[in-house]
């Protein structure tokens, strides 16, 4: 008992001292939403003797992004990233300034060394399967792809048995699911993080890796334009330029329109109002024009009344001459040749969709690399 009371007594001394320095001018704001606080707890940890293995289910019982609030005293915190709203902006800029310190050849941390992470696929994979399997590898930890037809999310046992189970053997669990809930059901039975690889809602670390490679390509407060569907990747976009501030344009047909619950979510975020706009408003000035399948997984009954509904929003050679001949043209993959976009302009001197399709493997090293390396030392 009294060998709990040391590490308890000195976090809380640490936790104090942290607050006391906020409140004086001492230590800046931005301390407590940075690594700073994170080294104190890391650090006053290792000093007490607290275990590595302890140290990380400790930390991951708070189920937050290390840059998240640690000392907020939130009673129901995200999973490590559930949304890409999880993030604040200063999260998303330490993500992105990662990604590119390790793309550059800067000296990768290895906090998974000895760690084993689960990657859930309900839905088929390649990019997502293959970048995050080499992130993992490349951070000195095991990556172990499970598929639907061995779990049998929610069939064979429940999602919270499953996340329990998966918990007592795992040190993280990477999930591409179907719904959105079985993502939050999952977080919420386990202690270690829980990463969105994609759900029904949102795909936040496709537009982490979109930022860095607009950022990289394009510069930062760049003018997006998202014309196609208002599916999980368009509500990523939302939630982020709410979160950054970003120009984001919506050109969007009719009935086809993002749910009035992520716009609404967006502007509790400070995002202003978003409506649909006119095509040729949206291109005039854009740097950006970003394209996804008109029919995603799922909607294939849906096919031919969505070809017809989205055909005057291909992105082809013409309407490239409605925006600025430096806009730039992405793609977040798989691409239907001959629907959403046009071989021409793929494979065209303003496309980066290879290059955004490249910096998913950076982007998500990046996030896993500042999830977990506060948790060992």
Known sequence: MRAAIVPVCLLVIAGGAVFLGQGVGLIPGSFMTGSGTWAVIGAVMVV?????DTRVRLLGRWKIIPRLLPWSGCRSCPPALSSIADLSRDDITAVLDEAIQLKAGGQAPRPLEGKSLGMIFQRPSNRTRVSFEVAIQQLGGHAIPIFSEEIQLGQRESVGDIARILD??????????????DLDGMAEHADAPVVSAMTDAEHPCQVLADLLTIREQVGENAKVTYIGDGNNVCNSWILAAAVLGLDLRLVIPEGYEPKPAVLKRAQALGGRPLSMTPINVALADTDVIYTDVWTSMGQEHEHERRRRDFGEYQVNAELLKLAPPQARVMHCLPAHRGEEITDEVIDGPQSIVFQQAANRLHAQKALLALIYAPLVG
């Open 168 to 181: 007592s053997y795992l040190d993280g669990i990477i999930a591409r699911l179907y719904n959105q809930a």
């Open 48 to 52: 007490a003797g607290i275990g590595t």
